[in-house]
């Protein structure tokens, strides 16, 4: 019994604990983003507005985003294309590089 | 030939083609600023979010705020807090919002090679 109380604590304190993604890997594996995300003022075509700054943008948010692409509950061709690529680890070390950036210059 | 007055006439219809058939005129940061009151419980006052799970505004591109709150209004992005509130707005409010959080200081643009 006690084993058990011990085990679900634990199991508690961990689903709290959101780990955040790394920003080092999360660099290497934001390549591809950069070609549209990494491009001052660069312009979305039909329609047209400009690509989202995510520089310096929440990590939290950047994660949430990411998996409504992914779910498909959010519309962008190109973007839910990009999403499915992308594991959760890869998500969150992309999200964690992006929000990184900006902080502290 | 054309005369002069049907030439201007030409010249005129010609420009009205070539103007962007958004429907929407230009945002005024300081009127944004007043109506932006709702938004600040979330975002912050100046669009720097409070809850991490909220995007930040501040900084952010005027054309993509717009966009992001005309799709919230007409459902294409779905979300059911920013549903509601974007229902109430029209073109000018979204352009006035757009104008107050873009003038912000905030975002990064980045330029990575």
Redesign the interface.
């Known amino acids: 019994m006690r084993f058990l109380l011990i085990i679900s604590a634990l199991f508690l304190v961990c689903g709290q604990v959101q780990a955040k993604g790394d920003p080092a890997a999360g660099k290497i594996k934001a390549y591809t983003c ?1 070609g549209c ?5 660069y312009n979305n075509v039909y ?15 950047l994660v ?2 990411l998996k409504e692409y992914r779910d498909g ?3 962008h061709g190109t973007m839910e294309l990009q999403a499915q690529t992308l594991s959760d680890q890869d998500m969150e070390d992309i999200a964690a590089y992006f929000a990184s ?2 902080k502290d210059d | 030939m054309l005369n002069h007055s049907k030439m201007n006439v030409l010249i005129g219809l010609l420009i009205l083609a070539l103007m962007p058939a958004t429907g929407f005129s230009r945002g005024d940061p300081a009127t944004g600023e007043k109506k932006a009151a709702t938004c600040e419980a979330c975002h912050g006052k100046t669009g720097m ?1 409070i809850d ?5 505004l501040a ?6 705020l ?2 992001a709150l005309a799709d919230y209004r007409s459902g ?3 979300n059911a807090i920013m549903a509601s509130f974007a229902a109430q707005l029209s073109n000018q409010d979204i352009e006035d919002l757009a104008a107050w959080f873009a003038s912000q200081e ?8």
């Open positions: 950069t995300h990494g491009i001052a003022g329609p047209t507005y400009k690509v989202p700054k995510i520089g310096g943008q929440n990590y939290e948010y949430i985003a509950n959010r519309d950036l900006g | 979010s991490p799970n909220y995007p930040i900084g952010q591109h005027e054309s993509y717009i966009k294409a992005r779905e905030g975002l990064e643009d980045l330029s990575i090679k």
